[in-house]
């Protein structure tokens, strides 16, 4: 029952080690290390008071409001505040998201996160994998810039294939660029630019716009086209 106290932030542990030199504290057994906005629970942490970054190892938990996090090993930077993962992760929402992958950076500030490598969202809209995107839960933009695929679990033919894409929740518009597909009912649109608004059901296209059906046995080109979903 051991505590380090020191300002607005607390470690307990079962045991632990301080080094007044180095300001660096080392923590084993239910480490738990608490602040006024989230709280790390680990195996074993070190602290660092000067610069302020726990290091966490072994049975990793950070709770955030928000979202919780698991995993193995945890850098937490308290002054840039952010949490850094190295190794394999998996994060609930408050929503019920569920965020799998590796290698992540999360921003407990603005609400951002940069995946590194692939990562696997499931949510009650959608299904996305991606092998480089960002989020940001304060502006609900997110942004991809690798291999992506994002599909609606309402209608799995519905879905959008893309290496440079923007996606803002808030609003429910989407840019695509550098000749993204996006399938609809069997039907599959690319062009160099496309812009879409899920609410309204409005997008647009623009340079090589190619859109194929093959149930219809037909394709339309040109440079320029409109859709109107809900007029079909």
Known sequence: NVRLISKDKTITAKKMEYDANTTIAKAWHNVKFTDATSSVDADFMEYNRTTQ?????????????GNNIDTNEI????????????????????DGTIV????VVYNL????????????ITSK???IYSRKMTTNDRTGLTTFRDYS?????????????TKDGDFN??????WLRNF?????????????????????????????????????????????????????
Do not use: C
């Open 149 to 161: 695929k994002v599909t609606s679990r309402k209608d799995p033919s519905q879905y959008v294939i």
């Open 100 to 103: 799998e992958g590796k290698d």
């Open 109 to 120: 500030n603005d609400k951002g996160a940069v995946f590194n490598s692939e990562v696997y």
């Open 53 to 65: 970054i726990a290091h966490g190892l072994g049975n990793v938990i950070v709770r955030s409001p």
């Open 125 to 127: 809209d959608y299904l």
């Open 180 to 232: 993204s597909e996006v399938h609809y009912q069997g039907k599959k649109l690319t062009a160099k630019s496309m812009y879409m608004n899920e609410k309204t059901g409005y997008g647009k296209a623009t340079d090589s716009v190619f859109l194929e059906d093959p149930e219809q046995k037909m394709f339309i080109r040109g440079d320029f086209a409109e859709a109107f979903r809900d007029k079909d």
């Open 75 to 94: 850098f937490y930077n308290r002054l840039s505040g952010t949490v850094t993962v190295p190794g394999n992760y998996k994060t609930i929402d408050s």
């Open 169 to 174: 929740k808030t609003t429910g518009e989407a």
